[in-house]
């Protein structure tokens, strides 16, 4: 398993349009096989600052997600919105280790 840490900064003016684009992302990347997760996070300290939380099963899993119209249409919307480039982390999951634990 995989999981992925984005960090997004969104231009002020753009943070309610991000959302909208990116609830819509989320709620066809969940019904993707080999995706555990997808979650949409809105900083309290900062509302221009967002975390996507992603959970794959494989490279093959995420490989297949980027590839999918709606990461696709996503990625091409939000593009400008961005005040700086988005940044993603990638890390290995040690515990939930199974699928049925996520």
Same mark, same amino acid.
């Given at each position: 398993? =995989?999981?992925? /840490?984005?960090? /997004?900064?969104?231009? !002020?003016?753009? /943070?309610? !349009?991000?959302?909208?684009?990116?609830?819509?992302?989320?709620?066809? #990347?969940?019904?993707?096989?080999?995706?555990?997760?997808? %979650?949409? =996070?809105?900083?309290?300290? %900062?509302?221009?600052?967002? @975390? =996507?939380?992603?959970?794959?099963?494989?490279?093959?899993?995420?490989?297949?997600?980027?590839? #999918?119209?709606?990461? =696709?249409? *996503?990625?091409? #919307?939000?593009? %400008? *919105?961005?005040? @700086?480039?988005?940044?993603?982390?990638?890390?290995?999951?040690?515990?939930?280790?199974?699928?049925?634990?996520?």
């Amino acid at each position: 398993m =995989l999981v992925y /840490v984005v960090e /997004v900064h969104v231009k !002020e003016d753009k /943070v309610e !349009e991000f959302k909208k684009a990116s609830i819509e992302n989320h709620k066809k #990347t969940i019904q993707e096989p080999g995706n555990y997760r997808f %979650d949409v =996070l809105q900083s309290k300290e %900062d509302p221009c600052r967002f @975390t =996507l939380y992603e959970v794959y099963e494989s490279e093959e899993a995420v490989a297949a997600h980027k590839e #999918t119209p709606h990461y =696709l249409k *996503w990625r091409e #919307t939000v593009a %400008d *919105w961005m005040a @700086t480039p988005r940044r993603g982390i990638k890390h290995e999951v040690i515990v939930p280790a199974g699928e049925g634990e996520w």
